[in-house]
C-alpha cells in the first residue's frame, strides 16, 4: 500500500508559477514510474508529466517546456515546477504512482 499527499497548489494569475509536490509514503521500495494527472470540471483526467525512477520524464504536449517533473528518491518526493501559467492549466492536479495509487488532488486555478 502506497500514501500520496499533494499540496503546493492555489491561485496565481496567468504567466505565473507554481511547484506542486507529492509526499510519498509506504511501500515506496516498490514504486517506479510516478506521475502527475489534472482535471478539470466536465473534462476526463489527463496525464501531465511522468517520470521513472531512473529519472527519465515524458510531457504532455500541452505542458512541454512550460513544466518540470522531478523527484527525490531518498525523500519519497516528487515535484511539478509548473512556469508560464495559462487559464487552461487550471484543475485539480493529483499524484500517482505505478497508475495504481492515487494522492487526493490539489486545485490549480489561474486567473487575473
Known amino acids: 500500500q502506497v500514501q500520496l499527499v499533494e499540496s503546493g497548489g492555489g491561485l496565481v494569475q496567468p504567466g505565473g508559477s507554481l511547484r506542486l509536490s507529492c509526499a510519498a509514503s509506504g511501500n515506496i521500495g516498490s514504486i517506479y514510474n510516478m506521475g502527475w494527472y489534472r482535471q478539470a470540471p466536465g473534462k476526463q483526467r489527463e496525464l501531465v508529466a511522468s517520470i521513472r525512477r531512473s529519472g527519465s520524464t515524458t510531457y504532455a504536449a500541452s505542458v512541454k517546456g512550460r513544466f518540470t517533473i522531478s523527484r527525490d528518491n531518498a525523500k519519497n518526493m516528487m515535484y511539478l515546477q509548473m512556469s508560464s501559467l495559462k487559464p487552461e492549466d487550471t484543475a485539480e492536479y493529483y499524484c500517482?504512482?505505478?497508475?495504481?495509487?492515487w494522492g487526493q488532488g490539489t486545485q490549480v486555478t489561474v486567473s487575473s
Open positions: 500517482n504512482a505505478e497508475g495504481r495509487w
